[in-house]
């Protein structure tokens, strides 16, 4: 059980390659995952994030404290987190997904989520597979019966040598 | 180095992509084809798209929009995105367009007037709903209603048989003698027998909003009109009364009922130069209904050189205030709330077979969805388009 006034203000976070960061508690706990730590009083020490490295940690921490520092107003915090992904490239967008679903913070995952569904948008599906590193299972045959099935879908995709 | 996205991420990231994109999305992988035809996916999907539309020409042609980035509508012909189309077919009768609710259309043939269907047109699935009796339209009333339970995600088909008396000259209906009122839900194979509504002239389309569905009925022997309102998870009808002004009315087409931005509406087109949505702002509250938006009926609504009724029927109000309506049953138009004007949306283009440039085209809300009517309802027998 956490002590009522012992509760620290700052707390340690490690990530899984042992760097470690310190964050305000009020913004850290954007994170379901560390919040429910917080009250099971697990937080006195270094909390370790076994699941997250240091530089998609560090990520999530600028957005922790940017996000925290806008008051209630819906627009001002969705122009932040626009603002916040719009350099991100597609593997640190995959890593901030992955983080956010460990961290169970589900305005940056849903974010993040529109993101790469928006950069997903007009590819082809060699692009898709690449990187998301899928192997093609379908035979030619196979493939070219899935895409018969729903042919009127194929138009205004970007060729496939794009990336 | 890669990390591979496990399938719960994969549904959150894919379900938020535009249709066609998703069923790109397919031809990834068998994984991915499994996936989108799960209910997470489905499930997760219809709960983060927004409203798109179908339209309906001359009871044959259907197609199917969604709207992209609503906060951006100056270029609003930019943003009806096609989805997809189908046609009725020798096994599918030309239909009218009855009803939408969760990805599934509800559709009843304009040549027996007994077949109905439920349709999705993305999965390209129909059946054809279990035959009911053959009722005569001059003695009875017949009037359907289809949409989807709040709680259980049940989708049901209500139908409302009423004997009525037709004045001998007018043939207008003058007195309802007896309702029966029957509901089939999807997957069930069979239709039950329910409580009646009440002795009111039901005799439009239903408009489905809040688990509920409703028609704009009159009162026959006090002369006005009612809404009627059906719960379709307690299968219980109601009643309660429309906006105020509108309690007696002799012409039943000026007012329609609709459901726009979350709100039970009504429209009012008894006057010549605007068009007044009536909203009711606390759902089943009669104290509630308020004067919401008043549409000034410009030039572009009179076009043509026929003699109709200047008859507009609003169906999707967009976060800038803009508004997609119906003109009559001939085309759709965008009104801006900015420049008050109304721009001619044609979805379908010119047709050869056009007859006096009468297009009969009708229109409703519709939210796509991957939902497999086979895989759902594995008792009915669904075909393909």
Redesign the interface.
């Known amino acids: 059980m956490a002590a009522e006034t012992g509760t620290p203000t700052t707390l340690t976070l490690k990530s899984n390659d042992d760097e470690l960061f310190s964050v305000a508690e009020s913004a850290a706990i954007l994170s379901v995952t560390i919040r429910n730590m917080v009250e099971d009083g697990c937080a006195g020490g270094v909390i370790p994030l076994d699941n997250v490295d240091g530089k998609t940690l560090a990520s999530v921490i600028t957005y922790m404290n940017g996000i925290s520092a806008i008051p209630a107003d819906e627009e001002k915090k969705k122009s932040y987190r626009d603002k916040f992904l719009s350099d991100k490239d597609f593997e640190t967008l995959a890593d901030m997904v992955l983080a956010a679903n460990y961290l169970n913070m589900s305005c940056l995952m849903d974010a993040v989520s529109a993101k790469i569904a928006q950069v997903m948008e007009k590819k082809s599906v060699g692009w898709v597979r690449r990187k998301f590193g899928i192997e093609n299972d379908y035979t030619p045959e196979e493939e070219a019966a899935v895409k018969e099935e729903h042919k009127w879908t194929f138009e205004g995709v970007e060729t496939d040598d794009d990336n | ?6 399938l ?3 549904i ?3 379900s ?6 998703i ?11 499994n996936l989108i035809q799960t209910r997470a996916f489905v499930d997760s999907h219809l709960s983060k798209s927004s409203s798109g539309v179908v339209t309906c020409r001359i009871s044959r042609y259907f197609k199917i929009f969604e709207f992209v980035d609503e906060l951006d509508l100056d270029h609003h012909n930019r943003h009806y995105i096609p989805v ?2 189908f046609c009725c077919n020798k096994f599918m009768e030309s239909s009218q367009l009855e009803g939408s609710a969760n990805g599934l259309l509800f559709l009843r043939s304009i040549i027996n007037r007994n077949n109905l269907y439920i349709c999705n047109p993305i999965t390209r699935e129909y059946i054809q709903l279990p035959y009911a009796g053959i009722f005569n339209s001059f003695s009875v009333l017949v009037t359907y209603g289809f949409g989807v339970c709040k709680m259980t995600g049940r989708y049901k088909v209500v139908r409302v048989l009423q004997e009525c008396i037709r004045h001998p000259d007018t043939v207008d209906v003058v007195r309802i003698m007896k309702c029966v009122c029957h509901v089939h839900t999807i997957g069930t194979g069979i239709w039950r027998s329910i409580a009646p509504c009440a002795m009111l002239e039901h005799d439009c389309f239903s408009t489905a909003i809040n688990g509920s569905l409703h028609w704009l009925v009159t009162d026959l022997q006090k002369g006005f009109k009612l809404i009627s309102c059906f719960d379709l998870e307690t299968e219980i009808f109601s009643t309660f009364s429309p906006p105020p002004l509108m309690g007696r009315s002799e012409n039943r087409t000026e007012f329609l009922l609709v459901a726009l931005g979350g709100y039970l509406c009504v429209c009012d087109n008894t006057c010549e130069h605007e068009i007044v949505i009536w909203l009711m702002k606390e759902y089943g509250d009669e104290k509630s209904w308020t004067r919401g938006f008043v549409v000034r009926k410009s030039p572009e609504f009179l076009r043509g050189n026929f003699e109709l009724p200047n008859f507009v029927c609003p169906i999707k109000v967009f976060k800038n205030g803009d508004m997609l309506m119906a003109w009559f049953e001939l085309y759709m138009v965008h009104y801006s709330l900015k420049t008050k004007a109304a721009t001619r949306i044609d979805v379908f283009g010119p047709y050869e077979d056009d007859n006096d440039n009468f297009i009969n085209v009708t229109a409703m809300l519709h939210n796509s969805s991957f939902l497999s009517l086979k895989s759902c309802f594995p008792m009915e027998n669904v075909k393909l388009l």
Do not use: A
């Not at chain 2, 938020?16 to 994109?21: A, D, E, G, Q, Y």
């Open positions: 180095f890669f990390r591979y996205l496990p719960e991420i994969i959150e990231i894919v938020r992509l535009p249709i066609r994109t069923v790109t999305c397919k031809s990834v992988c068998k994984t991915w084809r997809t189309e």
